[in-house]
């Protein structure tokens, strides 16, 4: 019998995150920027400058030129050979630069155009370059401590007590992305924290977020961050504290990547159909909706509903690039399932096309994902993993494999819920059923008597779900779950929906004997 893996706590030593505590420092982490690029670089950057700049000299300026050097060649690269935040990240150390020469600044537009659909980084770099032209030595709020992204709650609430100290609002995407990363697993020593160092507004919002009990008390003079404090807190719940704030009108599928999906059928000649798996995006005032004939959405379009944007709201923008898909899953990891709802939009949809760069995203987004613990147990979380789990492509199958096995021993999976969403998506043969019942022998039966009592109860769902007239490969499903009940010792099957479909196919004769082995 295996024992639970319990989950590992957030904020560890081992996972802090390097400290630039002077000039030599922050020449020496510059100097790795040309080196590597750690998804948490960005940030530090931002961070470092905005606290060191007021104590830089001319000698320390020549120390990094190499890197302002290395940065002009990143920025004259193919978009094929490096990621949009990587140049994002090179333009700020070049606008950086010039500040500092007292050159003549390179134009606006040319600086900031290619950068408006990766608002949230480009709205830090912009609030970091003001910080650092002001010598504004305030903190950034949002600055990771420990890997892969996540802040110690303490020390928010130290950052957010500077703010309070000297009167000065936060930024308010700064502030949001701050409690998107912020660890809520062990809240109790911050929460002590917020009581003594916080008054007011600042107070009662980190209240709410870090006791699981607490309720929002106004005044609320920060709607979106409070919005946010909400989403990442309990995303399914609705507070009537907040429905007179205009994120209220919007469906809030849109703010939790919740929305669900479908698989539609498409005649083509000579016999042959497409099978299309995509969102069904609901209706909501401020999303446009460009629908196909066949019911499925050719695409939508997000345009937020405030003058100052939800932070998820400004990810319905944001193009799917493999190098940076990595860093923008990170920027909200207590929230990242719009991003899987956006990988479903754009990318997933026939089971046979192999997309070689779906694969690749799919493999970040997987591993990332892997790092942070979360309870995969939202609908859109659940999709995403069934439909990494049907794959055609081979390693993101064994991926997806690994993972849920790691969730399984963690307690952080809904077996039951995913087996249904499998069973909806196979439901209509999306894709060929081979892949999961080779998957299951392969990858995820035998890793320990509990992992195959979980993937039974998975298997019993999935089934339950199939469709009376049997679909394609139901011999080789059926076989599988026989192996499944041997090495469970064969349990007694008693969920009705199952039986009662068991009856039906076992009518079949090329399933009445396979079918007569299960009871």
Request: charge should be negative.
């Amino acid at each position: 019998m295996m024992d639970r893996m319990e989950k590992e706590p957030l904020i560890q030593e081992g996972r802090r995150l390097p400290d630039v505590a002077d000039i030599d420092g922050l020449v020496s982490f510059m100097g790795r920027l040309t080196e590597e690029q750690e998804s948490f670089y960005l940030d530090l950057l931002l961070a470092s400058l905005v606290r060191l700049h007021p104590f830089i000299k001319s000698d320390d300026v020549k120390r990094m030129m190499p890197v302002f050097e290395w940065a002009g060649t990143v920025m004259e690269m193919p978009e094929s050979e490096t990621g949009g935040l990587d140049k994002l990240t090179t333009s700020f150390l070049l606008d950086y630069a010039e500040m500092l020469s007292g050159a003549e600044k390179r134009a606006k537009g040319a600086k900031q155009q290619p950068y408006q659909d990766y608002k949230p980084y480009l709205d830090l770099v912009k609030l970091a370059f003001n910080r650092i032209k002001d010598y504004n030595t305030l903190p950034l709020l949002s600055t990771p401590t420990h890997r892969p992204a996540w802040i110690d709650p303490s020390v928010l609430v130290s950052r957010l007590s500077e703010y309070q100290k000297k009167g000065i609002k936060p930024d308010s995407l700064d502030f949001q992305i701050a409690l998107s990363r912020v660890a809520l697993d062990d809240t109790d020593e911050a929460v002590r924290s917020v009581e003594q160092a916080l008054a007011g507004e600042y107070r009662e919002l980190l209240l709410f977020l870090f006791k699981p009990e607490a309720r929002p008390k106004g005044a609320f003079t920060f709607q979106a961050v409070w919005m946010t404090a909400a989403l990442v807190k309990s995303p399914d719940t609705i507070y009537d504290e907040f429905e007179d704030f205009p994120y209220s009108a919007v469906n809030r599928a849109y703010l939790t990547g919740d929305i669900p999906c479908d698989v539609f059928i498409f005649e083509k000649p000579f016999g042959k159909v497409d099978r299309i798996l995509q969102l069904i995006p609901p209706a909501s005032k401020n999303v446009a909706i460009k629908w196909r004939f066949g019911g499925y959405a050719l695409y939508m379009t997000y345009r937020p509903c405030s003058r100052i944007p939800l932070l998820v709201e400004t990810f319905w923008k944001i193009p799917l690039r493999e190098k940076d898909l990595r860093r923008f899953l990170l920027l909200s990891p207590n929230t990242p399932r719009i991003w899987l709802a956006l990988l479903v939009r754009d990318r997933v949809r026939d089971a046979y096309w192999n997309d070689l760069e779906l694969a690749r995203l799919n493999l970040v987004a997987l591993e990332t994902l892997r790092e942070l613990d979360l309870e995969w147990r939202g609908g859109m979380a659940l999709t995403y993993l069934a439909v990494c789990l049907l794959s055609i492509d081979r390693p993101v199958r064994l991926c997806a494999a690994d993972l849920w096995g790691e969730l399984v021993e963690k307690d952080l999976i809904d077996n039951v819920a995913l087996g249904r969403v499998l069973g909806k998506i196979q439901s209509l043969e999306w894709a060929p059923a081979q892949r999961i019942s080779g998957l299951v022998v392969e990858m995820l039966i035998n890793r320990s008597s509990f992992h195959n009592k979980e993937l039974s109860v998975l298997f019993v769902s999935f089934l339950s779900c199939l469709p009376e007239s049997p679909v394609k490969d139901l011999k080789r499903l059926l076989e599988v779950f026989a192996e499944l009940q041997t090495v469970n010792n064969w349990p007694k099957i008693t969920y009705a929906p199952l039986l009662s479909l068991l009856e039906t196919w076992k009518k079949n004769s090329k399933l009445t004997e396979i079918i007569e082995s299960l009871y």
